[in-house]
């Protein structure tokens, strides 16, 4: 019996899980972004841009953006205590690693697992946006793509760190030094332009930013900063070599 | 030769930066026996066990599992081996049954085909009324049998077990030899690390004796026994005396006087005659006990040391 290794039998062991725990995570990844979408778009937007400055309503303008960041929350908190907990406290990851699966395997399922979790919350969000009359294009839904292609240029490097360390401690400081600045400056509540240059800086370097600008483009219809193509290939640039420091990562953890 | 054994190590080494885990050990195991690696932690046996799984790669020698190269071949190896790992690695979120079914995928199993061995190998590990139960509240004789089951899903030629009993009650204990004696008679070949004799000598058809991650000795629990040890051993306690002044009053009683921290022990082919032997010499220990030699005593004379040291 021979049966080549895939991702597959690693994302049905997630969604098994799944099953049981997804109420939950509705909470989390769908409902809080869109209460944070209708809290801050409705609420904010009241206060802001009164002269008309960003030529949409507020909540028109941050919603692509939640939706991008949205998307990169998902992928991060399912890149860490899952993965961590695969390796330090339930052993799975040891479990499968007696099998014929392969580190690419392992991080190639938890890969899929991620899109598949970040690709319904994208839809949902999408919906939830167009019900509030803040999708201004017919190229909206090319948003959730756009999400996938954001979540897979974090998960991957994450994944490589979550494999890279023993305590769970460590997420804060991922936390504090790229996730938090990343959500608060890559554009998704306020132009970058709008910043110093150091800061827009920081903006261009994070993946989140790329994945904003292509959100807002497709829903708002806006012209982008960069070419198309140059947004996605560094988004499919991060996507690649995380996905590459997560397997060597995985299989050093492994076999250390 | 070659083509006989499961397992076929020469000068075989695993090295962590300066430590030497594994030093150079040549072993066969051939199909259908009970093979046993017996030696206390850190004598180098899970490492072994990580190489031969093909987990670990060897740092030196020459490693062949079922004819083939665990480094080349890792994943063609190991969907041949049962893996039953000394840390619990079950997942507590997925009931019994589902342990084995996500797990037989891994194998590559049908779905259907995974349901039906999971079925199968609960009755066999007397598991089948916990069956949609979760994991968590299992005992750990009970996940232990789980575990085991689960390394049977993909009826594996060769089933490694790491300390398969370490952490069990007794009772417990027993129920796991029980049901691997059973595998065994099914013509299962089993690979076992343990530090405790006793397992040693109810399951292992042959085994080496592991220390610093050399083999001091090889052969069947009885070969052993007889070739570094002599038929009963006289347990001599004096109280809370020290045991230095008793054993030079000893020499000559049996054929060999070992002193552990808390007793003598006098080996002799006839142990009740050497006990009263001690009375003649008009010692009086607190405590006189006549026992079969066992793979303790062989491993106490090669290494000078118990197995269990705690």
């Known amino acids: 019996m021979t049966t080549m290794p895939s991702p597959l039998p690693v994302f049905e062991h997630r969604m098994v899980s799944y099953r049981r725990i997804w109420r939950g995570t509705v909470f989390s990844s769908f409902l809080l972004p869109v209460l944070f979408l209708l809290g801050m778009g409705i609420s904010v937007g009241a206060y802001v841009n009164r002269a008309g400055e960003l030529g949409v309503p507020y909540l028109d303008y941050i919603a692509p953006g939640l939706l991008a960041s949205a998307a990169l929350q998902v992928a991060i908190g399912e890149s860490m205590w899952p993965v961590l907990g695969s390796f330090e406290w339930n052993r799975t990851y040891h479990a499968m690693k007696a099998s014929p699966l392969r580190a690419q395997d392992l991080v190639g399922g938890e890969l899929l697992y991620i899109l598949v979790r970040v690709g319904m919350s994208a839809a949902g969000f999408l919906v939830v946006m167009t019900a509030f009359g803040t999708v201004h294009s017919w190229w909206g839904f090319t ?54 240059l150091v800061a827009r800086w920081i903006a261009y370097v994070s993946p989140l930013w790329h994945g904003v600008e292509l959100c807002r483009a497709a829903t708002l219809g806006w012209p982008l900063t960069l070419p198309a193509v140059a947004h996605v290939g560094y988004l499919a640039l991060w996507a690649l070599g995380g996905y590459a420091l997560a397997r060597s990562r995985f299989a050093k953890r492994l076999t250390g | 030769m070659l083509d006989e054994s499961l397992i076929h190590a020469r000068g075989l080494v695993k090295r962590f930066g300066d430590l030497t885990a594994v030093d150079g050990i040549d072993v066969d195991v051939r199909a259908g026996e009970a093979f046993g690696f017996l030696g206390p932690n850190g004598a180098g046996k899970s490492s072994t066990m990580r190489m031969v799984g093909c987990v670990s790669a060897p740092s030196a020698g ?129 690979v076992l690390t343990t530090h405790y004799m006793d397992e040693a000598e109810q399951l292992c058809d042959r085994l080496v004796v592991m220390d610093r991650g050399k083999i001091v000795a090889e052969g069947s629990p009885r070969e052993l026994i007889e070739r570094y040890s002599t038929r009963e051993v006289l347990e001599l306690r004096f109280g809370e005396d020290a045991l230095d002044n008793y054993t030079g009053k000893l020499v000559g009683i049996g054929e060999r006087v070992e002193a552990l921290p808390d007793r003598i022990l006098l080996y002799t082919a006839d142990g009740d005659a050497a006990a009263a032997a001690v009375h003649d010499r008009r010692l009086a220990p607190s405590s006189v006990l006549v026992r079969r030699s066992s793979l303790e005593d062989v491993f106490l004379h090669l290494t000078g040391r118990t197995l269990v040291e705690d």
């Open chain 2, 62 to 190: 020459t490693l062949r599992i079922l004819g083939l190269d665990p480094v080349r071949d890792g994943p063609q190896i190991r969907s041949r081996l049962g893996v039953c790992p000394q840390q619990d690695s079950l997942d507590p979120e997925l009931t019994v049954t589902e342990n084995i079914t996500v797990y037989a995928r891994y194998f590559g199993i049908p779905r259907r085909v995974a349901r039906e061995r999971a079925a199968e190998l609960l009755e066999f590990v007397q598991l089948t009324e916990r069956a949609n139960d979760k994991v968590e509240p299992l005992s750990g004789g009970m996940k232990r049998r789980l575990t085991i089951a689960r390394a049977l899903v993909n009826e594996p030629e060769l089933v490694l077990l790491d300390e398969p009993t370490t952490g069990l009650d007794p009772q417990a204990r027993h129920l796991v030899w029980e049901r691997l004696f059973r595998l065994k008679q099914r013509g299962v070949t089993l």
């Open chain 1, 143 to 196: 948003a959730v793509p756009v999400a996938l292609l954001t979540a897979a240029a974090v998960a991957g490097p994450v994944m490589a760190y979550s494999a890279s360390i023993k305590s769970d401690n460590m997420f804060a400081l991922l936390y504090r030094f790229a996730v938090i600045p990343m959500t608060l400056f890559a554009g998704v509540f306020f132009p970058v332009d709008s910043m110093p």
